[in-house]
T-cell receptor, first 109, second 116 residues
Framework: EDQVTQSPEALRLQEGESSSLNCSYT??????LFWYRQDPGKGPEFLFT???AGEEKEKERLKATLTKKESFLHITAPKPEDSATYLC??????????FGAGTRLFVKA | ETGVTQTPRHLVMGMTNKKSLKCEQH?????MYWYKQSAKKPLELMFV???????ENNSVPSRFSPECPNSSHLFLHLHTLQPEDSALYLC???????????????FGPGTRLTVL
């Protein structure tokens, strides 16, 4: 069964304390791995799509990487405004995208 | 507002009410989606429309009824809901490509629904 698992469920960091979020997946034939950011009470905001193992993409303090089994979202020197829930997902069968439950990131000043 | 818009942003309804959620996309996309998001759970896909044709229906109770009159508009009609239906309802759109499910989905801000 296609599945996406994110860890940790929640992460608390001090401002400037770099860390990584994990997204592990089991799908038959990866057709992309998406990362989204979601602020409370708002819809998910698209960040990245990765398509093949070894691919990396960056945006400001965020860098997403992809292996054959998992993806990491690295956050370098985070700021309080990076606090949000980060979602990952991958296409399943048909028109479905399978999402993880998300990692809630809290960055304290 | 550009991108994907949803109205209303908040809705409180009783179990016997009938209401509708509206979604509009301004991105020129031809696929639209309804998701349900409950606390600490993954997004649950409810319905997908591609070129105004329903292509996914994920065993959603009949008290939820979608409608897609054109590629820019999507509705979710609600009737006789249950308290457990309280959640954030998200609309998304994407450009339909030759490979299903690989197109990036862009989400609206959601409607926070509370069923009393």
């Amino acid at each position: 069964e296609d599945q996406v698992t994110q860890s940790p469920e929640a992460l608390r960091l001090q401002e400037g304390e770099s860390s990584s979020l994990n997204c592990s997946y089991t799908v038959s034939g990866l057709r992309g791995l998406f990362w989204y950011r979601q602020d409370p009470g708002k819809g998910p905001e698209f960040l990245f799509t990765l398509y093949s193992a070894g691919e990396e993409k960056e945006k400001e303090r965020l860098k997403a990487t992809l292996t054959k089994k998992e993806s990491f979202l690295h956050i370098t020197a985070p700021k309080p405004e990076d606090s949000a829930t980060y979602l990952c997902g991958t296409p399943g069968g048909g028109f479905k995208t399978i999402f993880g439950a998300g990692t809630r990131l809290f960055v304290k000043a | 507002e550009t991108g994907v818009t949803q109205t209303p942003r908040h809705l409180v309804m009783g179990m016997t009410n009938k209401k509708s959620l509206k979604c509009e996309q301004h991105l020129g996309h031809n696929a639209m989606y309804w998701y349900k998001q409950s606390a600490k759970k993954p997004l649950e896909l409810m319905f997908v429309y591609s070129l105004e044709e329903r292509v996914e229906n994920n065993s959603v109770p009949s008290r939820f009824s979608p409608e897609c009159p054109n590629s820019s508009h999507l509705f979710l009609h609600l009737h006789t809901l249950q308290p457990e239906d309280s959640a954030l309802y998200l609309c998304a759109s994407s450009r339909q490509s030759g490979i299903r499910g690989t197109d990036t989905q862009y989400f609206g801000p959601g409607t926070r629904l509370t069923v009393l």
